[in-house]
Protein backbone atom coordinates (compact mmCIF):
# COMPACT_ATOMS: atom_id res chain seq x y z
CA UNK A 1 0.00 0.00 0.00
CA UNK A 2 1.13 3.46 -0.45
CA UNK A 3 0.12 6.04 0.88
CA UNK A 4 0.12 10.28 -0.26
CA UNK A 5 -0.73 13.14 0.55
CA UNK A 6 -2.81 15.53 -1.25
CA UNK A 7 -0.10 17.69 -2.08
CA UNK A 8 1.69 14.54 -3.05
CA UNK A 9 -0.58 13.20 -5.14
CA UNK A 10 -1.23 16.88 -7.18
CA UNK A 11 2.72 16.83 -7.59
CA UNK A 12 2.96 13.63 -9.01
CA UNK A 13 0.51 14.38 -11.65
CA UNK A 14 1.76 17.82 -11.97
CA UNK A 15 5.35 16.06 -12.60
CA UNK A 16 3.44 14.73 -15.79
CA UNK A 17 3.69 18.20 -17.61
CA UNK A 18 0.30 17.67 -19.18
CA UNK A 19 -3.11 19.77 -19.06
CA UNK A 20 -5.28 18.78 -16.54
CA UNK A 21 -7.77 16.38 -19.30
CA UNK A 22 -4.23 14.98 -19.75
CA UNK A 23 -2.95 13.78 -16.42
CA UNK A 24 -2.54 10.04 -16.02
CA UNK A 25 -3.09 7.22 -13.69
CA UNK A 26 -2.88 3.80 -13.52
CA UNK A 27 -5.96 0.93 -13.16
CA UNK A 28 -4.92 -0.72 -10.21
CA UNK A 29 -6.63 -4.11 -11.60
CA UNK A 30 -6.24 -3.71 -15.25
CA UNK A 31 -2.75 -1.68 -14.87
CA UNK A 32 -4.61 0.44 -17.77
CA UNK A 33 -2.77 4.22 -18.38
CA UNK A 34 -5.79 7.02 -17.82
CA UNK A 35 -7.08 10.06 -18.33
CA UNK A 36 -10.11 12.19 -17.62
CA UNK A 37 -9.96 12.87 -21.66
CA UNK A 38 -10.04 9.07 -22.50
CA UNK A 39 -13.18 9.37 -19.92
CA UNK A 40 -14.32 11.95 -22.19
CA UNK A 41 -13.87 10.61 -25.96
CA UNK A 42 -15.21 7.76 -23.65
CA UNK A 43 -18.40 9.29 -23.44
CA UNK A 44 -18.52 9.22 -19.50
CA UNK A 45 -19.36 13.44 -19.59
CA UNK A 46 -19.34 16.57 -21.92
CA UNK A 47 -15.85 17.98 -20.29
CA UNK A 48 -13.21 17.85 -17.57
CA UNK A 49 -15.37 19.14 -14.93
CA UNK A 50 -18.12 16.18 -15.63
CA UNK A 51 -15.48 13.35 -15.69
CA UNK A 52 -13.42 13.95 -12.91
CA UNK A 53 -15.31 12.32 -10.27
CA UNK A 54 -14.77 8.77 -12.23
CA UNK A 55 -11.21 9.95 -12.69
CA UNK A 56 -9.05 7.72 -10.69
CA UNK A 57 -12.15 6.35 -8.88
CA UNK A 58 -13.30 3.80 -11.55
CA UNK A 59 -11.96 2.60 -14.48
CA UNK A 60 -12.31 3.76 -18.00
CA UNK A 61 -13.22 0.52 -19.03
CA UNK A 62 -16.97 0.80 -17.88
CA UNK A 63 -17.58 3.29 -20.05
CA UNK A 64 -15.56 1.32 -23.28
CA UNK A 65 -17.78 -2.08 -22.31
CA UNK A 66 -14.34 -3.30 -21.55
CA UNK A 67 -15.34 -5.98 -19.59
CA UNK A 68 -13.86 -7.56 -16.30
CA UNK A 69 -10.39 -7.75 -16.79
CA UNK A 70 -8.84 -11.15 -16.97
CA UNK A 71 -5.42 -12.42 -15.75
CA UNK A 72 -3.31 -12.44 -18.48
CA UNK A 73 -4.76 -9.69 -20.74
CA UNK A 74 -2.14 -6.88 -21.22
CA UNK A 75 -2.77 -3.13 -19.94
CA UNK A 76 -4.71 -0.60 -22.36
CA UNK A 77 -8.13 -1.88 -22.56
CA UNK A 78 -9.24 -0.98 -19.32
CA UNK A 79 -12.14 -3.13 -17.05
CA UNK A 80 -14.73 -2.78 -14.82
CA UNK A 81 -12.96 -2.04 -11.99
CA UNK A 82 -13.83 0.68 -9.26
CA UNK A 83 -13.03 1.67 -6.12
CA UNK A 84 -16.34 2.10 -4.93
CA UNK A 85 -17.42 -1.85 -5.16
CA UNK A 86 -17.56 -3.58 -2.27
CA UNK A 87 -14.40 -5.61 -2.43
CA UNK A 88 -11.67 -2.85 -0.59
CA UNK A 89 -8.83 -3.56 -3.16
CA UNK A 90 -6.81 -0.80 -3.76
CA UNK A 91 -3.13 -0.01 -3.64
CA UNK A 92 -2.93 3.72 -3.40
CA UNK A 93 -4.20 6.02 -0.88
CA UNK A 94 -4.74 9.99 -0.64
CA UNK A 95 -4.82 11.59 3.05
CA UNK A 96 -6.00 14.88 3.43
CA UNK A 97 -4.78 17.52 5.55
CA UNK A 98 -7.82 16.92 7.60
CA UNK A 99 -6.72 12.82 7.83
CA UNK A 100 -9.57 11.97 5.57
CA UNK A 101 -8.47 8.49 3.66
CA UNK A 102 -9.33 8.21 -0.04
CA UNK A 103 -8.44 5.24 -2.09
CA UNK A 104 -7.45 6.49 -5.65
CA UNK A 105 -5.97 5.25 -8.50
CA UNK A 106 -2.15 5.96 -8.52
CA UNK A 107 -0.61 8.68 -11.01
CA UNK A 108 1.55 7.62 -14.11
CA UNK A 109 4.86 7.98 -14.07
CA UNK A 110 5.66 10.84 -16.27
CA UNK A 111 7.13 9.01 -18.79
CA UNK A 112 4.23 6.41 -19.15
CA UNK A 113 1.93 9.69 -19.23
CA UNK A 114 3.79 11.58 -22.24
CA UNK A 115 3.30 7.82 -23.86
CA UNK A 116 -0.20 7.77 -23.53
CA UNK A 117 -0.58 11.17 -24.16
CA UNK A 118 1.51 10.85 -27.60
CA UNK A 119 -0.59 8.17 -28.42
CA UNK A 120 -3.67 9.57 -28.51
CA UNK A 121 -2.31 12.69 -30.51
CA UNK A 122 -1.39 10.22 -32.84
CA UNK A 123 -3.64 7.41 -32.89
CA UNK A 124 -7.16 9.56 -31.56
CA UNK A 125 -7.18 7.15 -28.98
CA UNK A 126 -4.81 6.63 -25.62
CA UNK A 127 -6.09 3.23 -24.96
CA UNK A 128 -5.14 0.12 -26.52
CA UNK A 129 -7.81 0.02 -29.01
CA UNK A 130 -10.72 2.53 -30.18
CA UNK A 131 -13.98 1.69 -28.09
CA UNK A 132 -15.96 0.69 -31.46
CA UNK A 133 -13.59 -1.81 -31.99
CA UNK A 134 -13.08 -3.16 -28.33
CA UNK A 135 -16.82 -5.45 -29.06
CA UNK A 136 -14.52 -7.54 -31.31
CA UNK A 137 -11.11 -7.98 -29.65
CA UNK A 138 -10.05 -11.41 -28.68
CA UNK A 139 -8.61 -11.35 -25.07
CA UNK A 140 -5.54 -13.48 -24.41
CA UNK A 141 -6.36 -16.47 -23.66
CA UNK A 142 -4.27 -18.77 -20.83
CA UNK A 143 -5.41 -21.88 -19.16
CA UNK A 144 -6.44 -19.38 -16.13
CA UNK A 145 -8.58 -17.51 -17.98
CA UNK A 146 -10.68 -19.32 -20.45
CA UNK A 147 -14.51 -18.98 -20.54
CA UNK A 148 -16.99 -19.66 -22.91
CA UNK A 149 -16.89 -17.31 -26.09
CA UNK A 150 -19.79 -16.43 -25.35
CA UNK A 151 -20.01 -15.59 -21.49
CA UNK A 152 -16.53 -12.80 -22.72
CA UNK A 153 -18.46 -11.76 -26.14
CA UNK A 154 -21.52 -10.85 -23.93
CA UNK A 155 -19.33 -8.92 -21.15
CA UNK A 156 -17.77 -7.06 -23.74
CA UNK A 157 -20.87 -5.71 -24.92
CA UNK A 158 -22.81 -5.18 -21.44
CA UNK A 159 -24.53 -1.52 -21.29
CA UNK A 160 -22.37 0.89 -19.97
CA UNK A 161 -23.18 1.38 -16.02
ZN1 LIG B 1 -8.96 -1.24 -15.24
Known amino acids: MLTASLE ?15 VAVRC ?13 DAGAG ?14 VGRWTGAGNHRRGWPPGRGCTWTLGGVL ?18 EPAMPAEALAHHAKRQKT ?14 LPRVTPHTRSPAPVALAALTSPRE
Open 8 to 22: EFRAALAAQGLGARH
Open 28 to 40: PICDTIQSPQDFI
Open 46 to 59: RDYDSVRRFFAFSC
Open 88 to 105: PIHTYEVVTPSGAVYPTF
Open 124 to 137: GSGLQLPAKRLAHA
